[in-house]
């Protein structure tokens, strides 16, 4: 599966941003998804992820409660809602898809969040 995120950019201290990855090349279905981000001169990290059917979610410790993981698996979208945005969020930001031993990256996109 390919994978293409969208919807980053710069936004101030408190605000919000929508990321969205768009999946293609193959059915969605069964597909764990997930984003991460990694920070400049960090490694990269985990963020959110979601089971295929949206009943599970899973959330860093760091964004719990600010961002909310979420798929439509009829438009093979992912998104994450991300508030209460902090510098420290700042980042590029990866979406993944894992189903059993395959797995795909998509490309960055990158969040500033300024102070």
């Known amino acids: 599966v390919q994978l293409q995120a969208s919807g980053g950019g710069l936004v101030q201290a408190g605000g919000s941003l929508r990321l969205s990855c768009a999946a293609s090349g193959r059915t969605f279905t069964g597909f764990l998804m997930g984003w991460f981000r990694q920070a400049p001169g960090k490694e990269r990290e985990f963020v959110a992820a979601i089971s295929w059917s949206g009943g599970s979610r899973y959330y860093a410790d760091s964004v719990k409660g600010r961002f909310t993981i979420s798929r439509d698996n009829a438009k093979n979208m992912l998104y994450l809602q991300m508030n209460s945005l902090k510098p420290e969020d700042t980042a590029v930001y990866y979406c993944?898809?894992?189903?059993?031993?395959?797995?795909?990256w998509g490309q960055g996109t990158l969040v500033t969040v300024s102070s």
């Open positions: 993944k898809a894992v189903r059993g031993a395959m797995s795909s």
